[in-house]
């Protein structure tokens, strides 16, 4: 099986920075894309960033400009920062990652979600 484990959710006031990780574990493959989605209460989810293995980014007009995803590929690790918070990103942040296991097998895995609050 594999498992993604976020961290570096929190409190932060309006205008800080978090940093999120998401680190993939397990009989891993390859991993093609990764990013993060979010979802605030009785919201839709919705995509925040997303990165390929290659580094190419794409990132919600939401958000574009305050937040820089990244990726360590042999970490299996990916990255949000996010700067200048906004009370309207307060959602559970959920990572997600498009794995190839053994034997090739090709889905989606997701993160347990980490809370982002941004107070005023």
């Known amino acids: 099986q594999v498992q993604l484990v976020e961290s570096g959710g929190g409190l932060v006031q309006a205008g800080g920075s978090l940093r999120l990780s998401c680190v993939a574990s397990g009989s891993i493959f390859s991993i093609d894309r990764m990013g993060w989605f979010r979802q605030a209460p009785g919201k839709q989810r919705e995509l925040v960033a997303m990165?390929?293995?290659?580094?190419?980014?794409n990132y919600a007009d939401s958000v574009k400009g305050r937040v820089a995803i990244s990726r360590d590929n042999a970490k299996n690790t990916v990255y949000l920062q996010m700067n200048s918070l906004k009370p309207e990103d307060t959602a559970v942040y959920y990572c997600n990652a498009d794995v190839t296991i053994y034997p090739p097998y090709k889905r989606d895995y997701w993160g347990q979600g980490t809370q982002v609050t941004v107070s005023s």
């Open positions: 990165i390929t293995s290659g580094g190419s980014t």
